[in-house]
């Protein structure tokens, strides 16, 4: 079962449905950062989550060692 892929599926779109009005960005880099900044985090969090272990999910950017 991967259950950070399902967690990370399920988050990005909502994400896209909160942020997709904004698909060009607001014209400030700043405002930009400060506006998408939960998305990166909750993806950055399930990834490293996902990296620990197949227990956790099996998506992640770590490699488990076998």
Same mark, same amino acid.
């Given at each position: =079962? $991967?259950?950070? @892929? %399902?967690?990370? $599926?399920? +988050?990005? !779109?909502?994400?896209?449905? &909160?942020? #997709? %009005? *904004?698909? #060009? /960005?607001? @014209? %400030?880099?700043?405002? $930009?950062? *400060? &506006? ?7 993806? !950055?969090? *399930? =990834? *490293? &989550? +996902? #990296?620990? /272990? @197949?227990?956790? @999910? !099996?998506? +992640? ?6």
């Amino acid at each position: =079962m $991967d259950l950070t @892929g %399902s967690l990370l $599926d399920a +988050g990005n !779109s909502v994400f896209e449905g &909160i942020y #997709g %009005s *904004l698909e #060009g /960005g607001t @014209g %400030s880099a700043f405002l $930009d950062t *400060l &506006i998408t900044t939960p998305a990166y985090l909750y993806n !950055s969090l *399930l =990834m *490293l &989550i +996902g #990296g620990f /272990g @197949g227990d956790l @999910g !099996s998506t +992640g950017v770590f490699p488990v060692p076998a």
